[in-house]
T-cell receptor, first 109, second 114 residues
Framework: GQNIDQPTEMTATEGAIVQINCTYQ??????LFWYQQHAGEAPTFLSY??LDGLEEKGRFSSFLSRSKGYSYLLLKELQMKDSASYLC??????????WGAGTKLIIKP | IAGITQAPTSQILAAGRRMTLRCTQD?????MYWYRQDLGLGLRLIHY???????GKGEVPDGYSVSRANTDDFPLTLASAVPSQTSVYFC?????????????FGPGTRLTVL
């Protein structure tokens, strides 16, 4: 079966760095997406990785290792507004997204 | 205003009633999707449409139907609602199917079936 695993909840301090991990087992791979979802709102796109390595976009970076079935989202200089759920999703061989349950990130002052 | 709209924002429905959730996008995207989101679970695909006039079944299609008469609209119908269909429903769209295009989401419909 297809499976995406990520931690249920994480806590971090304002101004710090946090790494949210995602491991996956899917039938085929056409890229990995990270989305941010604030409570009661729609998911919004953060990043896309299809090749191994690190993609940096401002305070957010995303890493992919296809051989290990592993990705992480790195958030630097955390701000209170970063309190949200972070969703990992893999695009399978049929170009359909398989979603993890999301990681709720709590930022403390 | 560019983007995806959904209606209603929320709805309480008696079991056995028929309900249509509406979704409209103005980005001229070819592909559209319906997901449900339940606590502790990832988003699950209900139905999708790669282009106007075609639809397909996702992971959890039972009890739901869709149509895609034109590019912009993709309504989701619950023929006879049951309590297990209580969920938050998101409509999404992407430029093209069969490609790793980013999906953009509507604001969601919170549905409660009693």
């Amino acid at each position: 079966g297809q499976n995406i695993d990520q931690p249920t909840e994480m806590t971090a301090t304002e101004g710090a760095i946090v790494q949210i991990n995602c491991t996956y087992q899917t039938s085929g791979f056409n890229g990995l997406f990270w989305y941010q979802q604030h409570a009661g709102e729609a998911p919004t796109f953060l990043s896309y990785n299809v090749l191994d390595g690190l993609e940096e976009k401002g305070r957010f970076s995303s890493f992919l290792s296809r051989s290990k079935g592993y990705s992480y989202l790195l958030l630097k200089e955390l701000q209170m507004k970063d309190s949200a759920s972070y969703l990992c999703a893999v695009m399978d061989s049929n170009y359909q997204l398989i979603w993890g349950a999301g990681t709720k990130l709590i930022i403390k002052p | 205003i560019a983007g995806i709209t959904q209606a209603p924002t929320s709805q309480i429905l008696a079991a056995g009633r028929r309900m249509t959730l509406r979704c409209t996008q103005d980005m001229r995207h070819n592909a559209m999707y319906w997901y449900r989101q339940d606590l502790g679970l990832g988003l699950r695909l209900i139905h999708y449409s790669n282009t106007a006039g075609t639809t397909g079944k996702g992971e959890v299609p039972d009890g739901y139907s869709v149509s895609r008469a034109n590019t912009d609209d993709f309504p989701l119908t619950l023929a006879s609602a049951v309590p297990s269909q209580t969920s938050v429903y998101f409509c999404a769209s992407s430029d093209a199917a069969g490609d790793a295009d980013t999906q953009y989401f509507g604001p969601g419909t919170r549905l409660t079936v009693l």
